[in-house]
């Protein structure tokens, strides 16, 4: 493949189940006339040669052949559960693939299929810096939150009377929170011997925050965020962004 610019070396996971909390089927939902799952798949194909699609899910399963160079993994129902952490599924394609190639990655790259905004340099960029900055474990990307418990987090006592989450600290204005970061689940890489260690946590001793910007990594996970990434996609702001990157 004449695209492919991650190393032969390294391996992109795409993983996505049947079932879904937050948003009934948001893996098939269609964004910009093709499936949020069959779109990341798409751009995994760009980035590398080395793709594994994990899924419990034989709709997707099914339309994910029609893309070539796909290593399509049947997930079992165990590892499909909602209280499924993703590292074991991360895991159980690790070990698919070296049973299967006798190889094992140097780095794996999750990508999730809810972030549509996602671009690939972003994902090349992050990748390179986990790479060059070899004291890391993994990588998270994020973004600069504007919410903080400190500030305007609160909770209900009895369903009515507000309380702060965190009365100790109190912040009094967004100016205050220039170092406030959200995991937005757009990019997620590890290097092999951290994934493999029996540990779920994505926060590790030496975890690399790659930060993206808020335009390219909203997560889908409601209808309201599904109908925000299609009002950014039409938008000029965001097709402006693009074109200057």
Not at 144 to 169: C, E, F, G, M, R
Request: glycine content about 4%; aromatic content about 8%.
């Amino acid at each position: 493949m004449e695209n492919v610019v991650i190393s032969d070396n390294d391996l992109v996971v795409v993983a996505a189940r049947k079932g879904s909390v937050g948003m009934a089927g948001k893996n098939k939902l269609i964004f910009d006339n093709t499936p949020l799952y069959l779109r990341t798949l798409k751009q995994a194909l760009r980035i590398s040669k080395n793709v594994i699609f994990s899924s419990d899910d034989e709709e997707m399963i099914e339309g994910s052949t029609n893309l070539k160079n796909i290593i399509v993994l049947k997930r079992p129902k165990k590892l499909s559960e909602a209280e499924t952490p993703k590292l074991p599924v991360l895991r159980h394609a690790l070990d698919f693939y070296y049973k299967e190639f006798g190889l094992k990655p140097d780095y794996l790259i999750d990508l999730q299929t809810t972030s549509p905004l996602r671009l690939d340099r972003e994902i090349l960029d992050s990748y390179n810096q986990l790479r060059n900055m070899r004291e890391y474990q993994n990588l998270i990307s994020i973004t600069k939150s504007i919410y903080h418990p400190s500030y305007n987090q609160v909770s209900l006592k009895d369903d009515t009377k507000a309380k702060l989450l965190d009365p100790n600290k109190t912040i009094t204005g967004r100016e205050m929170l220039s170092n406030n970061y959200l995991i937005n689940g757009s990019i997620f890489i590890w290097k092999y011997s951290e994934i493999m260690k029996q540990k779920n946590g994505l926060i590790r001793k030496m975890t690399l925050g790659y930060e993206t910007n808020e335009l390219t990594s909203v997560d889908i996970d409601t209808e309201l965020d599904f109908i925000f990434c299609e009002t950014i996609f039409n938008s000029s702001l965001y097709k402006n962004f693009i074109s200057s990157q």
